[in-house]
C-alpha cells in the first residue's frame, strides 16, 4: 500500500483493537513486519503523576509502541492498556497520534498553561523510524517553542537529525534539553537487544552533530545490564567516545525490570544468555530494581571513570534537566519469571 494513500481522514475505518479515534491501520514493506495504527487523539500532553521521582512535570509521546524493538524497555507494558501484548506487539502494533501537533497547540494556547517543562521520550521514542515518514516532531516543536515553553529530547533516534536547524533556532525562544540514550558498543549485542535501533557509531555521530549544531548534548548510558555491559572493559571504551563525541555528561542508569519488560527480557536472557539467569536471579529477585548491593558496585565503579573521562559535569544552571528513569521505590513488586 502506497504511503500517499494513507493519510488520516481518507476511508476512515471503524475502530478496532479498542483504540479510540483510529483512522486506519497502515502496513508498508517500507516497514517490514510493523503496522501503524493511525489515530486522532483528544489529548497529547499527559500530566506525570504526583510523586513520580523525575524531574519533569509533562510529557508529550507521539507514538505508542516503538520499532527500535529494545528487549528491555520498560514501557513494555503500557501496551497492554490497548488490549495489545507487552512483546511482539510493542514492536511491531505502532500507535501514530497523527494530529499531535495541532492538538499540542491548542493544549498550549489554554490559559491554565503554566509553561512547564515538557520532556519527550520518556516512554517510546519520538524519533524511532516512522517519524521520518509522519513528520510529527517539527511541529510539536514549533508549538512548545511558540508558546515558551521549555521541552527536552530523549531519543535513539538518528532521525532528530533532520530537526536540528529547528532546535538550533527554537533554543533561542525557550531551553532546550538534548540527550541520547548510548548502552553499549558491541554491535553484535546491540543487534540482538535493540534490533530496530541505530548502531551505537551511527548514535555517537548524532551526539557530535547535536554538540556541533551548538546544542549542549547529555547521553544517557542506559540500561546497564548486568553480566553483559557492566565491566570497566566495557564501560571506559563507551566513555571515551561519548567524551570524544562532545557530550557534555553523562549519566549511568542499572537495567530496570517492570513487569512487561521483566517477562520479555527473561526470555532474551534465556535464549542468548542462559549461563546468566541464575545470577539475574539474585540481583532482581526481590523487585523490578537491581539489589543495593548492586547499584552500589556500580556506582562505586562508574565515578572515577566519569570523572576521567569529564562526564560527570552538572547540568548548566540555566537548562532544564535531560529525562531520566525513576529511582527504584523503597519496595518493588516480585519478579517471578527470573
Given amino acids: 500500500m502506497r504511503w500517499e494513500n494513507q493519510r488520516a481522514g481518507r476511508d476512515a475505518q471503524p475502530a478496532l483493537l479498542g483504540l479510540d479515534g483510529l483512522v486506519r491501520s497502515v502496513a508498508s514493506p517500507e516497514f517490514h513486519g510493523v503496522t501503524f495504527h493511525e489515530v486522532r487523539a483528544r489529548s497529547v500532553l499527559n500530566k506525570v503523576p504526583g510523586g513520580s521521582m523525575v524531574p519533569f512535570g509533562w510529557t508529550v509521546n ?23 501484548d507487552a512483546g511482539r506487539d510493542f514492536d511491531s502494533q505502532v500507535v501514530v497520534k497523527v494530529n ?38 517539527p511541529g510539536i516543536i514549533r508549538a512548545l517553542a511558540d508558546s515558551g515553553t521549555p521541552f527536552s529530547i530523549l531519543t535513539k533516534g538518528t532521525v532528530l537529525t533532520r530537526d536540528l536547524p529547528l532546535l538550533t533556532s527554537v533554543s533561542g525562544q ?7 540514550s548510548i548502552a553499549l558498543l558491541d554491535r553484535d549485542l546491540q543487534r540482538t537487544l535493540e534490533p530496530g535501533t541505530p548502531s551505537p557509531r551511527a548514535r555517537l555521530d548524532l551526539v557530535r552533530r547535536i554538540t556541533d549544531a551548538g546544542l549542549p548534548c547529555h547521553v544517557m548510558v542506559a540500561p546497564v545490564l548486568p553480566g553483559l555491559t557492566d565491566t570497566k572493559e566495557a564501560l571506559e571504551p563507551l566513555f571515551a567516545e561519548i567524551a570524544a563525541a562532545g557530550a557534555a555528561r553523562a549519566t549511568v542508569l542499572a537495567l530496570h ?18 549461563d546468566l539467569v541464575e545470577r539475574y536471579r539474585e540481583i532482581y529477585g526481590r523487585g523490578s530494581y ?37 529511582e527504584p521505590p523503597p519496595q518493588g513488586e516480585q519478579l517471578s519469571l527470573l
Avoid at 106 to 112: C, D, G, K, N, W
Avoid at 257 to 274: C, D, K, Q, S, Y
Wanted: proline share 9%; charged share 25%.
Fill in 62 to 84: 507521539p507514538y505508542r509502541g516503538c520499532s527500535h524493538a529494545c528487549t528491555y524497555c520498560f514501557a513494555r507494558n503500557t501496551h497492554t492498556y490497548l488490549d495489545f
Fill in 100 to 137: 499531535a501537533p495541532e492538538v499540542l497547540a491548542a493544549q498550549l494556547r489554554r490559559p491554565s498553561w503554566k509553561r512547564e517543562h515538557v520532556a519527550m521520550g520518556t516512554n517510546t521514542d519520538p524519533y524511532q523510524r516512522a517519524e521520518g515518514r509522519y513528520r510529527l516532531m
Fill in 174 to 180: 525557550v531551553d532546550v534539553g538534548m540527550a541520547v
Fill in 257 to 274: 525490570l517492570r513487569p512487561g519488560a521483566r517477562e520479555w527480557f527473561a526470555r532474551w536472557l534465556g535464549a542468548h544468555r542462559p
Fill in 290 to 326: 537491581a539489589m543495593p548491593a548492586y547499584r552500589r558496585a556500580l556506582s562505586a565503579r562508574v565515578a572515577p571513570l566519569l570523572r576521567r573521562h569529564g562526564l560527570n559535569r552538572r547540568e548548566d544552571s540555566h537548562r532544564m534537566p535531560s529525562p531520566r528513569a525513576p
